[in-house]
């Protein structure tokens, strides 16, 4: 079992790290931290790399645990952060088999971030076939809901860290490129979020390269 912290949907280098484990728990205790991708995702476009942050009421200084972070409403992220992925991503070879499911992801307008950085785990979780288990799920009332076939205090086996932030992201070797959306025009983007690599090559693909 590994304890980890959330992300927004995660990068290629995050995703494919939970591969190694059976359970995985996201820990909704960790402090938040500014420039992470806590609240913060890569994706392509025909520009280059594109930063989409989820705004948080109180700023990014806060020290808080991640559950006590309420986000921001007083601007329309959730329909700008859905445009710029259909934008970028229409033509994307699998894009139009999540489009529906995401559409629906951003109809959500969940009081804390927490909550929707697992409902973003969870959707990740389920289009990429992933074999690891989600030991907690997370409410809206910021409580916890352990699953009662285990006991938190056998939780901690290994606490990762990723090493990888906004602003070091793409140093991660991602090993074989894969054919982007842009990549004709700009070249290769490593380590983008995961969504990058579900609409270009499909979830089962991702499944069966990195579960073997």
């Not at 994307?92 to 992801?105: K, V």
Request: aromatic fraction near 14%.
């Amino acid at each position: 079992m590994i304890q980890t912290d959330f992300q927004y949907f995660g990068t290629i280098s995050f995703i494919k790290e939970l591969y190694q484990f059976k359970e995985v728990y996201l820990n909704p205790k960790a402090p938040f931290t500014k420039m992470s991708f806590k609240n913060r995702c890569v994706i392509a476009s025909s520009q280059g790399p594109l930063t989409l942050s989820i705004p948080i009421i109180g700023g990014r200084d806060q020290k808080l645990p991640i559950e006590e972070i309420l986000i921001a409403y007083d601007a329309p992220w959730r329909e700008q952060h859905l445009k710029a992925i259909t934008v970028n991503y229409k033509r994307a070879p699998f894009f139009e088999y999540y489009e529906q499911s995401l559409t629906g992801l951003y109809q959500n307008k969940p009081k804390t971030l927490v909550s929707f950085l697992m409902a973003c785990h969870t959707w990740v979780h389920h289009h990429i076939k992933a074999p690891w288990s989600i030991v907690s799920s997370v409410e809206e009332n910021n409580t916890t809901q352990w699953d009662p076939n285990i006991s938190p205090n056998t939780l901690i086996q290994k606490v990762y860290t990723a090493p990888f932030t906004p602003k070091n992201y793409s140093l991660y070797q991602e090993g074989t490129a894969y054919q982007q959306v842009f990549s004709d025009k700009i070249g290769f983007l490593s380590n983008l979020c995961i969504l990058d690599k579900l609409f270009c090559e499909g979830g089962p693909y991702i499944s069966k390269q990195w579960g073997q």
